[in-house]
């Protein structure tokens, strides 16, 4: 049987709960747990994403050595590099930029159900901190705290990486290089266009 029901209560998550970070109904959950009807592999790679395991240990196939389960079986998984993100100029949305690369992390990074992504960045408006060619592994999310490195978001149409400035009149998307002109927002501008940010850096990595 699935291992749902013992990975949902050491996380001390009831039915509802779990449902609604995984989006579906409750009684889907319940069936699940009881073996009256089984998740596609989809719905199996997002509860098991969730949890921060991988789908054969959910399904059974790999053996945990804790005795109260949900210990990690795997030590990495992989998420996927899109298209290159332009440190000068915004581009293009992501989720229609072609898929490049894998990359891995650490699994305990997607315990409870965080989600990752990698972009490449283009340009060179941020340096020296961040090269061109260098891996970004971004966590998805709509906020960040003020001098956050993120992707973000420009009318929905439009992406491009800088550090976010909050301020009370609004928020600046600011290069780090001197040779680049930072990028103004009004408050108005922020909820109108809208300016929403899509994630924020977790980690860079350079090739050698």
């Keep these: 049987m699935i291992k749902i029901?013992?990975?949902?209560?050491?996380?001390?998550?009831t039915q509802t709960k779990l449902a609604e970070k995984i989006g579906v109904a409750?009684?889907?959950?319940?069936?699940?747990?009881?073996?009256?009807?089984?998740?596609d592999l989809q719905t199996l790679e997002l509860i098991a994403n969730f949890f921060g395991v991988t789908v054969d240990f959910l399904i059974?196939?790999?053996?945990?050595?804790?005795?109260r389960g949900a210990k990690l079986t795997r030590?990495?998984?992989?998420?996927?590099?899109?298209?290159?993100?332009?440190?000068?100029?915004?581009?293009?949305m992501i989720e229609d930029a072609f898929v490049e690369d894998?990359?891995?992390?650490p699994a305990e990074w997607l315990k409870g159900g965080h989600k990752f992504f990698c972009l490449k960045v283009k340009g060179e408006s941020m340096m020296p901190k961040f090269e061109d060619g260098d891996?970004?592994?971004?966590r998805q999310?709509?906020?960040c705290e003020n001098g956050d490195?993120?992707?973000?978001s420009i009318n929905h149409t439009e992406c491009t990486f800088k550090k976010v400035l909050k301020k009370a009149e609004g928020i600046t998307l600011q290069p780090l290089n001197p040779a680049f002109e930072p990028m103004f927002f009004s408050n108005k501008e922020v909820k109108e266009l809208p300016i929403t940010i899509l994630g924020v850096v977790k980690e860079v990595r350079r090739s050698c």
Excluded: H, W
């Design 60 to 67: 059974g196939r790999e053996v945990d050595n804790n005795v």
């Design 75 to 92: 030590s990495v998984v992989k998420i996927p590099v899109f298209g290159t993100i332009p440190a000068g100029i915004p581009i293009e």
């Design 102 to 105: 894998e990359e891995e992390i």
């Design 26 to 39: 409750r009684s889907t959950i319940a069936m699940y747990e009881t073996g009256a009807s089984e998740p």
């Design 135 to 138: 891996t970004l592994i971004l």
């Design 5 to 13: 029901k013992e990975l949902r209560l050491k996380e001390n998550l």
């Design 141 to 143: 999310q709509e906020d």
């Design 149 to 152: 490195y993120c992707a973000v």
